[in-house]
């Protein structure tokens, strides 16, 4: 079993940059695939970005495609998504989440995700 501690959200304004990180305890970080996820008021939750086990492969929804990577320290037990051009539509609490992964590969489902944060707000001001 893996614990998630999402940081880093805030209150910024369009164009702004935000680095949220996602520190995990328990069993073996590089064991796991890593998802970003955000959910918005009044809407279902929604992937963002996903990183695979090792870090190699990376997977994005279009509409942070240019504006956001995602990152992963192995070594520090720590996932990053930096989010560059905020956008109002942004503003969402972000989750990060784990999966247990026998290969490395990206998933983008949120049913494929078993362990998640308990969130962090990120509000994007116009």
């Known amino acids: 079993q893996v614990q998630l501690v999402e940081s880093g959200g805030g209150l910024v304004q369009a164009g702004d940059s935000l680095r949220l990180s996602c520190a995990a305890s328990?069993?073996?970080?590089?064991?796991?695939?890593m998802g970003w996820f955000r959910q918005a008021p009044g809407k279902e939750r929604e992937f963002v970005f996903a990183i695979s086990r090792s870090g190699g492969s990376t997977y994005y929804a279009d509409s942070v495609k240019g504006r956001f990577t995602i990152s992963r320290d192995n070594a520090k037990n720590t996932a990053y998504l930096q989010m560059n051009s905020l956008k109002p539509e942004d503003t969402a609490v972000y989750y990060c989440?784990?999966?247990?992964?026998?290969?490395?590969?990206?998933?983008?489902?949120?049913?494929?995700?078993?362990?998640w944060g308990q969130g962090t707000q990120v509000t994007v001001s116009s």
């Open positions: 989440a784990a999966r247990g992964a026998d290969w490395d590969t990206v998933a983008f489902s949120l049913n494929e995700y078993a362990y």
């Open positions: 328990g069993r073996t970080f590089s064991s796991y695939g």
